[in-house]
């Protein structure tokens, strides 16, 4: 769950959300933003302090219609057994959604900053440092697929993320006009669904469907 973003913004636009977090100091900045909400949405928000590998201790087989996994599998050096207990908490026909590193592409960001030895690096390995300067894992789109079908969730569909965009600055602004804005949005929106662009995103949302 981390710091509580997105399942808040789930909560506003209402659905019931559970959160599961392990790190002490997010929960608290989580539960610090859900107090601030009005009753109704702090009503729809529950905070579980756990780990996502251990979903059998907190959660019964088929609990939620909706599982979201948004960037936690590069900080996961064994995903299988996470992946599966996910799975495992959808109800029939619930969606699995997986927003990961693309291993796949791991060579676009050092090789459009002109790094080219750090891109000959990139090309044979799953293995990155993040902005934040940590040393974490990417994922292919192949192995995931092949990891869905197995836990019974199979990739339903696809989109790549951050085609155009990945090389803005952190502190980058949004951009001035609300054109600009728009056509920022559109043109990410639509790469992040065609080929060949998406293949080459830094990131990838994977969807997958419980049988």
Request: net charge negative.
């Amino acid at each position: 769950m981390g710091q509580g973003t997105q399942a808040l913004r789930l909560a506003r636009a209402g659905h019931a959300v559970t959160g599961i977090e392990r790190e002490a100091k997010l929960i608290a900045v989580a539960r610090e933003a859900v107090a601030a909400e009005p009753e109704g949405i702090r009503g729809r928000v529950r905070i579980v302090e756990g780990d996502g590998r251990d979903t059998g201790v907190h959660f019964l087989p088929g609990s939620f219609d909706v599982v979201l996994c948004h960037g936690v599998l590069m900080h996961v050096e064994e995903p299988d057994a996470l992946l599966a207990g996910l799975a495992r908490m959808l109800a029939p026909g619930g969606l699995l959604s997986l927003l990961v590193r693309n291993a796949d592409a791991l060579a676009m960001r050092p090789g459009l900053a002109g790094d080219w030895a750090g891109a000959l690096v990139a090309f044979d390995t799953t293995a990155y440092r993040n902005r934040l300067g940590l040393d974490v894992r990417a994922d292919r789109l192949g192995a995931l697929t092949d990891t869905l079908a197995g836990i019974g969730a199979p990739l339903h569909a696809w989109y790549g993320v951050r085609v155009f965009t990945d090389l803005a600055a952190d502190d980058a602004g949004v951009p001035d006009g609300q054109g600009d804005l728009e056509g920022l949005l559109c043109a990410e929106e639509r790469a992040g669904r065609t080929d060949p662009y998406r293949q080459v995103a830094a990131l990838l949302h994977l969807c997958g469907v419980r049988g």
